[in-house]
């Protein structure tokens, strides 16, 4: 792997991560676009692949970045659940919160160990990725679509649109949805296992069928990717101590610097843009470029 696939493939992820275009999939389908020696050396299927190591431990990267952002929300969060544990309750919003995204962490970290490698190296090909990249397109098409009709609804009843609130505001919403929803949602995260379909994308859908706005939904995905990204990173950081990462260990700083300041600047502008902004952009996107990477791939010489 050489320095300028790590730093170019670190950035990607880091950006890919919280956009909800799937990181993975991209991480696929760049080297195998590109071709040539990039193909060969970034291949998540391949047997005992460095260059899985080398994604998953950007994972770490990524998930400081959104510690950082949000480090006085987990300050605040990790305050309720000392609170909750110490007078044995669930009252506050920030109490409500923090058990919200601990058990809705539960289904993706289950399947997460059980299905990890079949699904790499059955699905983590350039192909599948393209077409799963097609159906995220779609789903969060399909999210848009419902969001809009029940924004709809909210007006006739309500009236005029309330205007986006602050953290406090947003996390009373989200502590509004029960256990066995919240649950749901995060189960949800289960299918970015695919390579091209985006975590929080298909969180983000999620919460508004729940009844979240765009901003709320966003911000319940990036809570919830934090701990699962971090333990990601984390369980595959002593593959990359280990054989797996000799030889590349420079490349994994360098890519995970990229993946830093990328996923920083990623996070920081989706949360002014889901402000006021939709899915939908993201949507046409993912259909677009899933449709293009499958023409291509199927039409290239063998």
Known sequence: MTYLEAIVMGALQGVSELFPVSSLGHSVLIPALVGGQWAKDLSVSAPESPYLAFIVGLHVATALALILFFWRDWLRLIGGLISSIRHRRIATTAEKMIWLLILATIPV????????????????????????LVVNGVILFVGERLRRRGARAERAVDGLAVAPGNPVEDDMAISRISIRRGVLIGATEILALLPGISRSGVVMVAG???????REAARFSFLLATPVILAAGVLKVPDLLGPLGAGIRGQML????????????????????????????????????????LVVLLLRPA
């Not at 508004?208 to 765009?214: D, K, N, R, S």
């Open 208 to 214: 508004m069928a729940a009844g979240l706005t765009h």
């Open 254 to 293: 360098a890519g995970s610097v990229a993946s830093f300041i990328g996923a920083l600047l990623a996070v920081a502008f989706l949360d002014r843009y889901f402000r006021t902004k939709t899915l939908l952009p993201f949507a046409v996107y993912c259909v677009v470029a899933g449709v293009l990477a």
């Open 109 to 132: 970290g289950i399947a997460g160990l059980l299905l990890e490698h079949l699904f790499r190296t059955v699905l983590g090909k350039p192909l599948p990725a393209a077409a799963f």
